[in-house]
């Protein structure tokens, strides 16, 4: 039986588009999707799914044995508004499930981890302009601390048992897809779905509030350009930065109106302020494009287009029924 791929996860804003582009890569039977739940009924039906808690090391562990899995893509994690919300539940979901798929590849039961890890992993003390590779790490979030402490495993796990795992520190993604869920860069595209449906947005954020940000696309092209990089060339074993663009919800709402003139937006800040305060303005991700080719296609015009035009597409679709 040839090896496959299993995503864990898989109904996510990334895991969605992950499956897809995973798909076209290795064939449609060679990736599994999953998910804790058959909510996302389009990608249940496109291909190989499993219902699996991310949670569950025996369901992981048979799932692998069963279908011949030698590569796991942990995508499930309780993003960073949420986990303020459920602090302990962030820390059981996002750490355990870490462990579960770090202990399979120590006992050679898959080959190859993907990881998400996130810009999260910084704090107020690190610096905010073109952040480092390397700096001071003190996060405020407990999401942020599930990640600061999960690349210190990974790499923990590299260096002990040479497991090959392999993560990105992901800025904010958006893409027309799948909805984000409980993060703090969420208005990024929330933004674009209502200066469609509604013509008015009320931020979250203050409008001077500028943060990493990644069109869903890129993301993925990195997540894989990462895992297609021979082992030997990848240098960083606890997490890559990444970064594309950086915004704030001022300058998305400026570029959307060249499309929309009409479009209107509000500021209301809530408690995700406080946790976007505390992140970085931009990221330094030269070691990345250095040690494996990184480089972004979409700047903010062109990552606007394309939202604007698929979700203008949506809704033809939906009013035509
Ligand atoms: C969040 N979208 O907002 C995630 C991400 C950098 C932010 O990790 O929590």
Same mark, same amino acid.
């Given at each position: 039986?040839?090896?496959?791929?299993?995503? &864990?996860?898989?109904?996510? !804003?990334?895991?969605?588009?992950?499956?897809?582009?995973l798909?076209?890569?290795?064939?449609?039977?060679?990736?599994?999707?999953?998910?804790?739940?058959?909510?996302?009924?389009?990608?249940?039906?496109?291909?190989? +799914?499993?219902?699996?808690?991310?949670?569950n090391?025996?369901? #992981?562990?048979?799932?692998?044995?069963?279908? =011949?899995?030698?590569?796991?893509?942990?995508m499930?994690?309780?993003?960073?508004?949420?986990?303020?919300?459920?602090?302990?539940?962030? *820390?059981?979901?996002?750490m355990?499930?870490?462990?579960?798929?770090? =202990?399979?590849?120590?006992?050679?039961?898959?080959?190859?981890?993907? *990881?998400?890890?996130? &810009?999260?992993? +910084?704090?107020?003390?690190?610096?905010? &302009?073109?952040?480092?590779?390397?700096?001071?790490?003190?996060? %405020?979030?407990?999401?942020? &601390?599930?990640?600061?402490?999960?690349e210190? *495993?990974?790499?923990?796990?590299?260096?002990?048992?040479d497991?090959?795992?392999?993560?990105?520190?992901?800025?904010?993604?958006?893409?027309?897809?799948?909805?984000?869920?409980?993060?703090?860069?969420?208005?990024?595209? @929330?933004?674009?779905?209502?200066?469609?449906?509604?013509? %008015?947005? @009320?931020?979250?954020?203050?409008?001077?509030?500028e943060?990493?940000?990644?069109?869903m696309?890129?993301?993925?092209?990195?997540? %894989?350009?990462?895992?297609q990089?021979?082992?030997?060339?990848?240098?960083?074993?606890?997490?890559?930065?990444?970064?594309a663009?950086?915004?704030?919800p001022?300058?998305?709402?400026e570029?959307?109106?060249?499309?929309?003139?009409?479009?209107? #937006?509000?500021?209301?800040?809530?408690?995700? !302020?406080?946790?976007?305060?505390?992140?970085?303005?931009?990221?330094?991700d030269? #070691?990345?494009?250095?040690? *494996?080719?990184? !480089?972004?296609?979409?700047?903010?015009d062109?990552?606007?287009?394309?939202?604007i035009? =698929?979700l203008?597409?949506?809704?033809?679709?939906?009013?035509?029924?």
């Amino acid at each position: 039986m040839s090896s496959k791929i299993l995503i &864990i996860g898989a109904c996510g !804003q990334i895991g969605t588009e992950l499956t897809t582009k995973l798909r076209d890569l290795h064939g449609v039977n060679n990736v599994i999707a999953s998910d804790i739940n058959t909510r996302n009924l389009d990608l249940v039906n496109s291909g190989p +799914f499993e219902i699996i808690d991310a949670k569950n090391y025996n369901a #992981i562990h048979d799932c692998c044995l069963q279908n =011949n899995v030698k590569t796991i893509y942990l995508m499930a994690a309780l993003l960073s508004a949420t986990g303020e919300k459920y602090p302990m539940e962030a *820390w059981d979901l996002n750490m355990n499930s870490l462990f579960h798929v770090l =202990n399979l590849a120590k006992e050679k039961v898959i080959d190859k981890i993907f *990881w998400p890890s996130s &810009i999260a992993v +910084f704090g107020p003390t690190t610096p905010k &302009i073109n952040t480092p590779q390397y700096t001071i790490c003190e996060p %405020t979030t407990v999401y942020g &601390i599930t990640k600061q402490v999960g690349e210190r *495993w990974c790499e923990y796990y590299n260096k002990k048992y040479d497991v090959d795992v392999r993560s990105i520190r992901y800025p904010g993604i958006i893409s027309h897809k799948a909805m984000p869920g409980g993060g703090t860069t969420d208005y990024a595209v @929330e933004i674009y779905h209502e200066a469609i449906k509604s013509g %008015t947005y @009320e931020c979250f954020l203050s409008e001077e509030t500028e943060l990493p940000m990644m069109f869903m696309q890129d993301a993925i092209k990195a997540t %894989t350009e990462l895992m297609q990089t021979s082992s030997e060339n990848i240098k960083v074993r606890s997490a890559y930065n990444l970064a594309a663009i950086s915004f704030t919800p001022k300058q998305v709402f400026e570029s959307i109106k060249k499309y929309i003139p009409d479009f209107t #937006i509000s500021y209301k800040p809530d408690f995700r !302020q406080v946790i976007a305060n505390s992140w970085p303005s931009s990221i330094d991700d030269n #070691i990345a494009r250095k040690e *494996w080719d990184w !480089q972004h296609d979409f700047d903010l015009d062109k990552m606007t287009r394309e939202m604007i035009d =698929n979700l203008q597409k949506l809704v033809c679709k939906v009013d035509l029924g």
